[in-house]
Structure formats: structure tokens, C-alpha cells
């Protein structure tokens, strides 16, 4: 069965960093692009970044709004997916989701966890 | 960036009745290998997303029939043969075909 769960998620104050998680099991790792998304309160999805599954070379991708502030990684030897968020903002507060993607799909979501950015 | 415009945005159901939500990209959603990336998921209340729907019209294991996915090009369509209490929650529509992925607002369904 796919699993990812996501950890670290907290209260943090405007110009914090966070740095959130999350654990695959079920499913061979190493062959899956891997997401995160976002939900901030009563809105809706929003993607924030990607990292791929080559082990040799990686490529990552931001959004607009996190680029130069959060850095997308991965630890395939473990099985980790992480989101390191800098700078952050009141803006960034969300309930941020651990992603499986295929090509075209995201076809697994994890069950998310919140970020409070607030003074 | 491509925008997903997604109608109604709230929807009230009969239990029993059909619902038909609308999706439409911004650009062609026709893949350079002649595939159309368009998803559907359902939020339900306090859940995370789940899809529903992949390509256009690819129910997902455990997706009940009365769930389909329809269109082409740039417009699309879910529909719901008849609608149940657990289908209540948030539908959006996602596009996988350009960067970066982009999601519709939401509709969300209710029971009248």
C-alpha cells in the first residue's frame, strides 16, 4: 500500500524556517517524481515544487512565489522526500502536501501537514 | 501560466440526481505524445485530495461508475449519474500537461 506522510509542519514567525517531510513506503522510490502542493485555509491547491527521481541528476522546479526561499530534496537511500522553507511568510501559511506524480498525474497524496507563518 | 476556470463553483444536489461540473483550460491540453493530461480529485471535508479521474475519462481503482470524465481540447466535464452522500466535498480538475501544473478553484458539492 503507498503511504507518504508528512511531519514538521508547526507555528513559526514571519522570517522562520521550517523544514517539513515526508516518509514513502509501499512503492519503489527511486522511480517517482515527487511533489509538494499546498492548501492554504479555505482555498484551493496550489503546486509549489518538484524534484525528480534521477539519482545522478536532479532537477527541481519552483513556483514563483516560494523560489529563492524553499529548497526541494530528496534522500532515496531512506526513502524522504523534504521542503526546506526560509523567509517565510504570513502567506506561505498552508497545509502543505507530500506528492507521488506520474507522468501527468498525481495519483498519491499524503495527508498533509500545517504551516502556520504568524507573529 | 495555464488557468483551470471551473463552473459551478458551488453545487447543490439532490441525493439521487445528476451533477456535471465544467473544466476549462486556458491552452489545448493535447500532450506531445497525443495524450491529454487532465485529472479530477474530490476533497472530502477534513480529507486530502484523492483522484477520481486521469486522461480525461480514467476512472481510478475503486472509483465508482457513476463517476465519468468527458472532453477534449480545452473543455471538459465530470459528471455524476447520481449523486450519493459520500460524494459530497471539493472537486477540482488539474492539468498535467504543462508547466507549471495547475489546479481549477474548486466546486464544491453539497446535499440540498
Known amino acids: 500500500e503507498v503511504q507518504l506522510v508528512e511531519s514538521g509542519g508547526g507555528l513559526v514567525q514571519p522570517g522562520g524556517s521550517l523544514r517539513l517531510s515526508c516518509a514513502a513506503s509501499g512503492f519503489t522510490f527511486t522511480n517517482y517524481w515527487m511533489h509538494w502542493v499546498r492548501q492554504a485555509p479555505e482555498k484551493g491547491l496550489v503546486w509549489v515544487s518538484l524534484i525528480n527521481s534521477d539519482g545522478t541528476i536532479t532537477t527541481t522546479s519552483y513556483a514563483d512565489s516560494v523560489k529563492g526561499r524553499f529548497t526541494i530534496s530528496r534522500d532515496n537511500a531512506n526513502n524522504m522526500l523534504y521542503l526546506q522553507m526560509n523567509s517565510l511568510r504570513a502567506e506561505d501559511t498552508a497545509v502543505y502536501y507530500c506528492?507521488?506524480?506520474?507522468?501527468?498525474?498525481?495519483?498519491?497524496w499524503g495527508q498533509g501537514t500545517r504551516v502556520t507563518v504568524s507573529s | 501560466d495555464v488557468v483551470m476556470t471551473q463552473s459551478p463553483l458551488s453545487l447543490p444536489v439532490t441525493l439521487g440526481q445528476p451533477a456535471s461540473i465544467s473544466c476549462r483550460s486556458s491552452q489545448s491540453l493535447i500532450y506531445s505524445d497525443g495524450n491529454t493530461y487532465l485529472n479530477w480529485f474530490l476533497q472530502r471535508p477534513g480529507q486530502s485530495p484523492r483522484r477520481l479521474i486521469y486522461?480525461?475519462?480514467n476512472r481510478d481503482s475503486g472509483v465508482p461508475d457513476r463517476f465519468s470524465g468527458s472532453g477534449s481540447g480545452t473543455d471538459f466535464t465530470l459528471k455524476i449519474s447520481r449523486v450519493e452522500a459520500e460524494d459530497v466535498g471539493v472537486y477540482y480538475c488539474?492539468?498535467?500537461?504543462?508547466?507549471?501544473?495547475?489546479f481549477g478553484q474548486g466546486t464544491k458539492v453539497e446535499i440540498k
Open positions: 506528492v507521488r506524480a506520474m507522468l501527468g498525474t498525481f495519483d498519491y
Open positions: 488539474m492539468q498535467g500537461t504543462h508547466w507549471p501544473r495547475t
Open positions: 486522461k480525461v475519462s
